[in-house]
């Protein structure tokens, strides 16, 4: 079948970047085209906004990836040849024994490639850029992050339930003489959070400031579950668990498989909810689904696991990196149909408006 002539642009800037040592892979392309029939486009920066989005440059060559799309689609020309990238492959690989993992999919073999080659690069940027924002996080999550009731009791002598046994054990040593009767109430604790991160290709610009939150997270909150997703399922949960951010980071590379590939978020919500024992982590819990909605899969598989999701969460938040315009509003049809049952859609662009959501999660119901 050939290629409709109006997406020829497009489809060649594709290739225009892999000729200067972009990693693009096929998915990423047709997302970007995707992207483009959603904004309109209205000018050339609706292009400019959905390239950036889709096929995620490195950080470090924004500028490279600028002065290529100005002279493919505005005839500039490039003040310098594009310099090689610095992209090395991740030789980590770690056995994923005790790991839970379901096939939902196989990644291309171009993503493949270019999560070998884009991993490391990326991610030693972002770890540097989102320390300051990760270590205030740390310092006031134990006091900040949503609570509820617990179902074990402690001495509250501003209201609750009467103790009627310490009462008693009061009067016995005051001759029977009780002058303030004791009370007690529900302890307190912290309410279990649930982190799902979109790890495709879409997505490959802020995965690794996102897992660096995840693991802060897990280390200053109770009963956290973090959960990647792409055309696979994987829990990381184990792996962030160990103290050296950069070793469980890398021992996180090496568990999920699908890094920077396509994106099927109705079938790896459906995976989710299929497992009981995954379900009951979300159950009650604060569940934050950090992706930019792209889904490639079936829309109706998507919006039926949110919706069972919503019911299951004490609240259900969707972070997307393209809610950091202002201007933005969901526009593809499944993450349309998933708003009745989002308690918000916010900005998921980085570690600090992520960390900011779920500091003040606890006070937004």
Same mark, same amino acid.
């Given at each position: 079948?050939?290629?409709?002539?109006?997406? !020829?642009?497009?489809?060649?800037?594709?290739?225009?970047?892999?000729?200067?040592?972009?990693?693009?892979?096929?998915?990423?392309?047709?997302?970007?085209?995707?992207?483009?029939?959603?904004?309109?486009?209205?000018?050339?920066?609706?292009?400019?906004?959905?390239?950036?989005?889709?096929?995620?440059?490195?950080?470090?060559?924004?500028?490279?990836?600028?002065?290529?799309? &100005?002279? @493919?689609?505005?005839?500039?020309?490039?003040?310098?040849?594009?310099?090689?990238?610095?992209?090395?492959?991740?030789?980590?690989?770690?056995?994923?024994?005790?790991?839970? !993992?379901?096939?939902?999919?196989?990644?291309? !073999?171009?993503? =493949?490639?270019?999560?070998?080659? !884009?991993?490391?690069?990326?991610?030693?940027?972002?770890?540097?850029?989102?320390?300051?924002?990760?270590?205030?996080?740390?310092?006031?999550?134990?006091?900040?992050?949503?609570?509820?009731?617990?179902?074990?009791?402690?001495?509250?002598?501003?209201?609750?339930?009467?103790?009627?046994?310490?009462?008693?054990?009061?009067?016995?040593?005051?001759?029977?003489?009780?002058?303030?009767?004791?009370?007690?109430?529900?302890?307190?604790?912290?309410?279990?959070?649930?982190?799902?991160?979109?790890?495709?290709?879409?997505? $490959?610009?802020?995965?690794?400031?996102?897992?660096?939150?995840?693991?802060?997270?897990? @280390?200053?909150?109770?009963?956290?579950?973090?959960?990647?997703?792409?055309?696979?399922?994987?829990?990381?949960?184990?792996?962030?668990?160990?103290?050296? &951010?950069?070793?469980?980071?890398? $021992?996180?590379?090496?568990?999920?498989?699908?890094?920077?590939?396509?994106?099927?978020?109705?079938?790896?919500? =459906?995976?989710?909810?299929?497992?009981?024992?995954?379900?009951?982590?979300?159950?009650?819990?604060?569940?934050?689904?950090?992706?930019?909605?792209?889904?490639?899969?079936?829309?109706?598989?998507?919006?039926?696991?949110?919706?069972?999701?919503?019911?299951?969460?004490?609240?259900?938040?969707?972070?997307?990196?393209?809610?950091?315009?202002?201007?933005?509003?969901?526009?593809?049809?499944?993450? $349309?149909?998933?708003?009745?049952?989002?308690?918000?859609?916010?900005?998921?662009?980085?570690?600090?408006?992520?960390?900011? @959501?779920?500091?003040?999660?606890?006070?937004?119901?």
């Amino acid at each position: 079948m050939s290629l409709p002539r109006a997406a !020829e642009p497009f489809v060649a800037f594709a290739a225009v970047l892999r000729g200067s040592d972009f990693p693009v892979s096929p998915d990423q392309t047709m997302a970007f085209l995707a992207g483009v029939g959603l904004l309109g486009p209205r000018s050339v920066e609706d292009i400019h906004r959905a390239a950036r989005a889709t096929l995620a440059p490195p950080p470090e060559r924004f500028a490279e990836f600028d002065a290529l799309f &100005r002279a @493919h689609f505005l005839g500039q020309a490039l003040a310098a040849p594009a310099s090689e990238g610095d992209d090395e492959e991740m030789a980590v690989r770690d056995q994923r024994d005790g790991t839970d !993992e379901f096939d939902i999919g196989d990644p291309s !073999e171009r993503g =493949a490639e270019a999560t070998a080659t !884009e991993t490391l690069s990326v991610r030693q940027f972002s770890a540097l850029t989102e320390a300051e924002a990760l270590a205030r996080f740390a310092r006031r999550a134990p006091a900040a992050l949503p609570r509820r009731l617990g179902r074990r009791l402690r001495p509250d002598w501003r209201g609750g339930r009467p103790d009627l046994g310490r009462a008693l054990r009061m009067a016995a040593r005051r001759d029977g003489e009780l002058i303030d009767l004791p009370r007690r109430w529900r302890r307190p604790r912290q309410r279990r959070i649930l982190l799902m991160i979109d790890i495709s290709g879409s997505m $490959k610009s802020g995965t690794d400031a996102l897992l660096a939150l995840a693991h802060a997270t897990l @280390h200053t909150g109770d009963r956290v579950e973090v959960f990647t997703f792409g055309t696979r399922l994987t829990r990381l949960t184990r792996a962030l668990r160990l103290n050296a &951010r950069e070793q469980a980071l890398t $021992k996180a590379a090496g568990l999920a498989p699908d890094w920077d590939g396509g994106t099927r978020i109705g079938d790896a919500l =459906a995976a989710f909810l299929a497992v009981p024992r995954f379900a009951g982590f979300a159950r009650g819990a604060l569940v934050v689904v950090l992706s930019d909605g792209l889904e490639r899969g079936d829309p109706a598989t998507m919006v039926a696991a949110v919706e069972r999701l919503s019911r299951l969460a004490w609240r259900l938040d969707w972070l997307s990196p393209l809610a950091a315009d202002p201007a933005f509003r969901a526009e593809t049809g499944a993450l $349309k149909a998933c708003l009745p049952f989002l308690d918000q859609l916010g900005d998921g662009s980085g570690a600090a408006p992520v960390a900011a @959501h779920l500091l003040s999660a606890g006070a937004r119901r």
